[in-house]
């Protein structure tokens, strides 16, 4: 989720999902390769299991990048073949890679040369007018063929002209049976279902199709989901209330701020964590108020969180 999962909402949903594996948004190659990767690929210890998700279409490039990925520690490379926007198009990698198969097993050849942790590939199901199984399936056995083990699939088609990239998550139809298909045709392969799943029963019926599930905005909106699954899934893990999730990034707040990081950069990932809940807007509203974040101060964390249970949170450290 570009601008969406840094370091501070990955920090965020660790709190949440002790178990889950989270994934950087997509940085593209020229990103790293001509900008300033310690912005880029820094993140907390606490997030692993962490996977970076890079952008681009040139092997040797890619090879570049997913080492200085797992030189900085992350435990899982993965290609993105599924953004629709049209600049990434311009770029000639995301979604139109799936029309060229070859060049993309040459891509995730490279970067398994290149790295000892695994390298994935997150897709769709087509693109354009293309609805045919046999599309994507084809797809997936080139990259089976070289020793890819791990896919990603956003279960609708990219329309990479005409549909702007919040369209191309709503509007092409989900075809959830086709990645069930994938399943059942590479029964080696790690298939992770992506796309519309939105609930705890949701989670539950594709967990008896394919192998794991992958959360985007649904989690980023409603991230207390996050805990709930995490806690239903791991069998004997409680899940942390809202209250010591927000004292956990209170206190990582506090230690950002002094290094200096905008306060803002962290709470505007944490507003839905009341989502559904009495007071929801009491907590979104202290947390997004500029007035209030002009003073850069974590211990607003601390006076919405009284705010919404009148009581205090532990003393800071």
């Known amino acids: 989720m570009m601008d969406w999962s840094d370091r501070h909402c990955r920090y965020f949903f660790r709190q949440l999902a002790p178990g889950a594996l989270v994934y950087t948004e997509m940085i593209t190659t020229g990103a790293l390769i001509h900008g300033d990767v310690a912005r880029h690929l820094d993140f907390n210890n606490e997030e692993h299991p962490v996977a970076l998700q890079l952008g681009g279409s040139e092997p040797d490039d890619l090879a570049v990048c997913a080492r200085l990925g797992q030189n900085r520690g992350y435990d899982e490379i993965n290609l993105n073949c599924g953004c629709p926007s049209e600049r990434v198009q311009k770029g000639a990698f995301g979604a139109c890679l799936m029309a060229e198969p070859r060049l993309v097993a040459n891509c995730v050849k490279a970067m398994q040369d290149a790295v000892s942790v695994p390298v994935t590939v997150k897709h769709r ?175 607003l964390i601390v006076k919405a969180q009284q705010q919404m249970e009148r009581g205090p949170l532990a003393t800071a450290v």
């Open 125 to 299: 199901l087509g693109i354009d007018s293309i609805e045919e199984y046999d599309f994507v399936r084809r797809f997936v056995e080139t990259l089976a063929a070289i020793g890819c083990r791990t896919f990603i699939v956003h279960a609708r088609n990219a329309v990479l002209k005409g549909l702007s990239p919040k369209d191309n998550r709503q509007i092409p139809p989900l075809k959830y049976d086709y990645v069930y298909r994938l399943k059942r045709d590479f029964p080696e392969c790690n298939v992770v279902i992506n796309g519309g799943i939105d609930t705890v029963a949701d989670v539950q019926t594709h967990l008896e199709r394919v192998d794991a599930v992958m959360l985007g905005r649904s989690a980023y909106h409603d991230p207390y989901l996050l805990a709930i699954l995490d806690s239903l899934l791991s069998g004997n893990r409680l899940a942390a209330s809202r209250r010591e999730v927000a004292d956990k990034m209170w206190r990582y707040a506090a230690r950002e701020v002094a290094r200096g990081t905008p306060l803002r950069a962290i709470t505007r990932h944490m507003l839905g964590l009341y989502h559904g809940q009495p007071r929801a807007k009491v907590w979104r509203k202290m947390l997004s108020d500029s007035a209030l974040l002009a003073d850069n101060d974590a211990d």
